[in-house]
Every structure is written in structure tokens, then in C-alpha cells.
């Protein structure tokens, strides 16, 4: 199965923006695939934040601030989860999934934001 | 609001078969257009899909786990369940019961998560 590389970690500072990744292996275009992302605190279950597939093609989840926002760099094969404006309760894993040729679900291994 | 819960035996012995519910409230999982899914999180990992079942009975396993799992439901007491065969210490991890939905757009998402509940595999 395809694998998400997401780094395990980043950090920004209250008020700033988080620039969150998840590459896709070489042989799957990001460009063809909706990216999806998820929230996850500790003791809890993964919360779904939005999904991705073109600035037409894209869906916020329900109560999710507009602060959550995403992107993709073709270039990079990469989709982007972009924070703006942290606040401390944004502090969590973040998970980034898609659907690869109709397959199954599969799961980056996830970026743990510490917010400073 | 739909409320999903996990409930079975948080530890399981080596070579046995690890069974897992899911009780689905406020709503029926026999009506709607909603996928039925499990999902697990090894101890400080990441998440790995194991499968899932459709309102018609239909499955799709993760290829990885197929030849040890069954998927069912049971309309009758609104719940799914997992079961997953010759277990050992790489299945100890926290499953949670999901629901997928799909989307205005077409696409689909798992939108509805249970608490999760904490296997063990130990003899």
C-alpha cells in the first residue's frame, strides 16, 4: 500500500501559521487524489478537519474554523494543511488520509504540532 | 445525534481471535447510504484502516489484514463487528468504530468516530 510521509513533528509560536505536509510516493499524483486531514488530542478520537482536491473541490468540516485551510504542491507531490493564527488548543496530531485506486483508506503517519 | 461505542475484551490471548462491537445509537445502520468502518492506533502510532462494511452487507478489508478478518453487522441490534484471527503482539493497538458519509460534493469521509477501546495481546 501507498505510504503518506508527514514529518513527525513541527512547531510555531501563538499566532503564527503551521505549514503541515504529507508527501505522496512518486508513482500516485497528488493532483489526482482528494486529501483529507485529521485532528487527534490526546485520549480522543480523530477529529475530521477538511478535505482537499482543488480551491473548487474542497469541504471544511462541520465547526472546523476557517483557520484550517489546505493546498497542494504538484511540484512537490505534497498536499499542505495550513493553520493560521495558532492558538494553544491547536496543539494535536494531525493525520493526513486518502482513498489510492479505489483500494482503501490509507493514513500518513502523522505530524504532532506543538504549539510554544 | 448517532453515537457509536467499542465494546469486547480488552485483552486477548496469543494465536486466538480477537472479536470487537460496535453499537450504533441514534440512528439505524440499516438505513442511509453510510459505509461502516474499523480503524486502529498502535500505542503512540499512527492510524491504520482494517476495513469496513456497506448498509447492504458488502465488505472491503485492508489487503494486509484480509485472510485474518471478517467484518459483519447485526441489523437486529443495530451494531457491526470485527473479528481478526491469529492475533499477536502487533494487533495490540486502540480500535475505534467509525462511520463514513458521503458528501454533497460525492466524496466521502469518515465523519463519526467512537472513544475507541484498548486491546492487548498477551498471554
Known amino acids: 500500500q501507498p505510504v503518506l510521509s508527514q514529518p513527525p513533528s513541527s512547531s510555531a509560536s501563538p499566532g503564527e501559521s503551521a505549514r503541515l505536509t504529507c508527501t505522496l510516493p512518486?508513482?500516485?499524483?497528488?493532483?489526482?487524489?482528494?486529501i483529507y486531514w485529521y485532528q487527534q488530542k490526546p485520549g480522543s478520537p480523530p477529529r475530521y478537519l477538511l478535505y482537499?482536491?482543488?480551491?473548487?473541490?474542497?469541504?471544511?468540516g462541520s465547526g472546523v474554523p476557517s483557520r484550517f485551510s489546505a493546498s497542494k504542491d504538484a511540484s512537490a507531490n505534497t498536499g499542505i494543511l495550513l493553520i493560521s493564527g495558532l492558538q494553544s488548543e491547536d496543539e494535536a496530531d494531525y493525520y493526513c488520509?486518502?482513498?489510492?485506486?479505489?483500494?482503501?483508506?490509507?493514513f500518513g503517519g502523522g505530524t504532532k504540532l506543538t504549539v510554544l | 445525534q448517532v453515537q457509536l461505542q467499542e465494546s469486547g475484551p480488552g485483552l486477548v490471548k496469543p494465536s486466538q481471535t480477537l472479536s470487537l462491537t460496535c453499537t450504533v445509537s441514534?440512528?439505524?445502520?440499516?438505513?442511509?447510504?453510510?459505509?461502516w468502518s474499523w480503524i486502529r492506533q498502535p500505542a503512540g502510532k499512527g492510524l491504520e484502516w482494517i476495513g469496513r462494511?456497506?448498509?447492504?452487507?458488502?465488505?472491503d478489508y485492508n489487503p494486509s489484514l484480509k485472510s485474518r478478518l471478517t467484518i459483519s453487522e447485526d441489523a437486529s441490534k443495530n451494531q457491526f463487528s470485527l473479528k481478526l484471527t491469529s492475533v499477536t503482539a502487533a494487533d495490540r493497538a486502540i480500535y475505534y468504530c467509525?462511520?463514513?458519509?458521503?458528501?454533497?460534493?460525492?466524496?466521502?469521509?469518515?465523519?463519526?468516530w467512537g472513544r475507541g477501546t484498548l486491546v492487548t495481546v498477551s498471554s
Open positions: 467509525a462511520r463514513e458519509s458521503p458528501m454533497p460534493t460525492g466524496t466521502w469521509y469518515l465523519d463519526l
Open positions: 441514534g440512528g439505524s445502520i440499516s438505513s442511509g447510504n453510510f459505509y
Open positions: 462494511i456497506y448498509t447492504s452487507g458488502n465488505t
Open positions: 512518486s508513482d500516485i499524483k497528488v493532483g489526482d487524489y482528494n
Open positions: 482537499y482536491y482543488s480551491d473548487s473541490d474542497n469541504g471544511q
Open positions: 488520509m486518502i482513498w489510492p485506486n479505489n483500494v482503501h483508506w490509507v
